[in-house]
């Protein structure tokens, strides 16, 4: 996996089965841009960013964008989950989808925690108002990456 500070820094993260770019944008508001798999070596970069958010701002609202993304893998979804219930009700996850399997994923994190926690959106103006009660300007980005960066192959 490779880690990248990005010059609007952000960070872009990139292995060769999904990437992912986070902005922290303020408030406790974090936002990410996937496409592709969300894999396990990407699970401790966000929870560090949680991390930092609830000792800032007493919270962390993750904002992820993963319309681009099909899935998750265990080993992200299994830290993912362990650590929103070690630190709920001061974080929470809203996510932009169209994988049935993370829509799947997000109904197995809130049965584990015992509560909701992560919520699924496929509608992008609803999920945007998630973001906007935080930061008034917030909306989706694109996942621009950089030029020199080399897409992962989509699964066959």
Known sequence: MEKRKIQDRSWLYVDCR??????????GLMLYVCRGVQIGEFAPHVIADGERQIQQSQRCIYMVDALESNRMDTAFRDQMTEWLKKNSPRAEAHLLIRSMLLKMAVNVANLVIGMTVTHA???VAAWEAVGQRTMPW???RPLALPEDVREPSAPS
């Open 138 to 140: 917030f909306k989706r």
């Open 121 to 123: 959106y496929s509608d």
């Open 18 to 27: 999904g990437t992912m770019r986070s902005y922290e944008l303020g408030n």
